[in-house]
């Protein structure tokens, strides 16, 4: 898969993958791994989720720079949460659409994190992180080496 050619939009990578494991969830039998006491501890994942990403993206807005992952960056920023990981909107998105697997409970239901995490990490990341090092150089690859990709 090429990157460049293929433009991948994460919010809308989570919404597919979300309907389409929606989808599978009707279609599938119910292969139930949780009862209900596991809505409220899902609802936490969901927020938490939400708190991370809203958080980053906010600090994109803040200082003026893209949020699209094939744009220019104007600043590289150090704030929290981005001295525990590298991509806290990533890591927001996954975490929500675990916290909603979680709600339902089911078993097709835990496949759109797992291909979400795996496209943004194989696909969108190594491209973003080409052109971190590009604008940012050698302060780039300090903090790479020193902040994890997801956690």
Do not use: Q
Not at 22 to 33: D, E, Q, T
Not at 43 to 71: C, E, Q, R
Not at 83 to 90: A, D, G, I, L, S
Not at 116 to 144: C, L, Q
């Amino acid at each position: 898969m090429d990157s460049d050619t293929m433009k991948i939009r994460p919010p809308a990578l989570a919404g597919m993958v979300l309907l389409a494991a929606l989808g599978l969830n009707f279609l599938v039998p119910a292969i139930r791994v949780f009862h209900w006491p596991h809505h409220f501890l899902a609802m936490l994942v969901v927020a938490a989720g939400t708190a991370i990403m809203v958080s980053a993206a906010s600090i994109f807005n803040a200082l003026g720079t893209t949020k699209n992952p094939y744009g220019e960056p104007a600043t590289f920023i150090r704030l929290r949460p981005y001295t525990f990981t590298r991509n806290p909107m990533y890591l927001g998105l996954t975490t929500v659409l675990l916290g909603l697997a979680l709600y339902v409970g089911s078993l097709p239901m835990f496949l759109a994190p797992l291909a979400f995490f795996f496209v943004i990490d194989r696909v969108v990341i190594p491209r973003e992180e080409a052109t971190m090092e590009r604008t940012f150089g050698a302060n780039y690859a300090e903090y790479k080496a020193r902040v994890r990709r997801w956690l």
